[in-house]
Every structure is written in structure tokens, then in C-alpha cells.
């Protein structure tokens, strides 16, 4: 099974400033890796598929980088509405398994 | 609108069994598969099983192969998630979602979860 390691465990950004998210495999994926976003008492919301590819209606701010086994998403300038947890998923291989989760908080 | 619509929160005992439901609507429910995650309290995603309802083809974890059943009736376009013994550590938030080719087989519409609590 591979194993996701998210970094860090809780971001702390200002709004208006950039975050930076960070996903790693423990071994390749190739592109294929997702992004969720969670807010409190909600279902997960898929943001990114395909490493880098934006889900309908997800705005411009988020970003997502990488391939093999180091992977990225970006938030270019955080709304209020974008402190949340967020997950990143492979699907490569045989279990899909996600990882741990970055709560990204107020500053 | 695509949506899945999960039946309500349990409250069960040590043992007794259980069977929560996904319904599928907006969409074609046969064509697509639909999986299921769980979320213990304060803890992150775990991707249990997955079901396609066209031809009941079931694909299972193997952390929760033995543990839960995933069914399907495509003629209500519902999927279930079932224990036939429950324990406390089943306790969780349960969400199905259904998983697109076009998104890459990531889950692309999510259900609103179904909290499940064991106690006695």
C-alpha cells in the first residue's frame, strides 16, 4: 500500500498571502494524485485530479504541481473561505489511499 | 443536479448490524462507480471500497475487506455500506462518492456523509 505524507500537519497563513501544501508518496504515482478541500462538518471537496488539472468551478487561486512522488498545491492568495483541511489522494495504485491531511488556520 | 443523498445518522450497539444507503440522482447511477470513505472522529480519510452499480463488480481495501459489504440496487440507483457485527471503532463519519473517469477516477460528488455510532 503506499503510504501519503502530507507536510506540514497545520499551516498558519495570514489572508491574502500564499500557501504552500505539500504531499509525498512513498513511491511513484505518476500523475495521479488529487486534491481535497474539508471545512468543518462538510463532505470533502475535490479541487484538483490529475496532479494539476482544476475541478469544475474550482477558482484559479489554487494550483497543483508535481509527478512521481513529490507533489504541490498552491494557494496563491487565502480567502476566508479557504481555511480548511486539505488531502491529497493516489489513485495509481491498488488501494487508493489518502493522506493525513494540512489544516491550513488563520494567522 | 448530480447528487448522492445518504441516509441518516445510527446509533447502534456492540454487535448488532447495520446497513447505511447512498442514492444517486441526476445522473446515470449504472454508469459510474461509487465508492465509500471513512472518517473516524477528529481523523483523516480512508478509502474502504468501491462498487459498480452497472454490474455489482465490488473492489474492497484490504483494511476493510472481511469488515464491511458494499451492495448496490441499480434499480433504485442506491449503493449501501453494511456490518453484520458492529464494533465501537466502527464509529466514524461515512461518506460515499462517486468516482469519474473524467476527473481521472478521482471523486468528483461527494454525499453528505452518515455519522455511525457505536456504544453501548
Known amino acids: 500500500e503506499i503510504v501519503m505524507t502530507q507536510s506540514p500537519a497545520t499551516l498558519s497563513v495570514s489572508p491574502g498571502e500564499r500557501a504552500t501544501l505539500s504531499c509525498r508518496a512513498s513511491q511513484s504515482v505518476s500523475s495521479n494524485l488529487a486534491w481535497y478541500q474539508q471545512k468543518p462538518g462538510q463532505a470533502p471537496r475535490l479541487l484538483i485530479y490529475?496532479?494539476?488539472t482544476r475541478a469544475t468551478g474550482i477558482p484559479a487561486r489554487f494550483s497543483g504541481s508535481g509527478s512521481g512522488t513529490e507533489f504541490t498545491l498552491t494557494i496563491s492568495s487565502l480567502q476566508s473561505e479557504d481555511f480548511a483541511v486539505y488531502y491529497c489522494q493516489q489513485y495509481n495504485n491498488w488501494p487508493p489511499t489518502f493522506g493525513g491531511g494540512t489544516k491550513v488556520e488563520i494567522k | 443536479e448530480v447528487q448522492l443523498v445518504q441516509s441518516g445518522a445510527e446509533v447502534k450497539k456492540p454487535g448488532e448490524s447495520l446497513k447505511i444507503s447512498c442514492k444517486g440522482s441526476g445522473y446515470s447511477f449504472t454508469s459510474y462507480w461509487i465508492g465509500w470513505v471513512r472518517q473516524m472522529p477528529g481523523k483523516g480519510l480512508e478509502w474502504m471500497g468501491i462498487i459498480y452499480p452497472g454490474d455489482s463488480d465490488t473492489r474492497y481495501s484490504p483494511s476493510f475487506q472481511g469488515q464491511v459489504t458494499i451492495s448496490a440496487d441499480k434499480s433504485i440507483s442506491t449503493a449501501y455500506l453494511q456490518w453484520s457485527s458492529l464494533k465501537a471503532s466502527d464509529t466514524a463519519m461515512y461518506y460515499c462518492a462517486r468516482d469519474n473517469t473524467v476527473t481521472d477516477d478521482a471523486f468528483d460528488i461527494w454525499g453528505q456523509g452518515t455519522m455511525v455510532t457505536v456504544s453501548s
Open positions: 490529475g496532479a494539476s
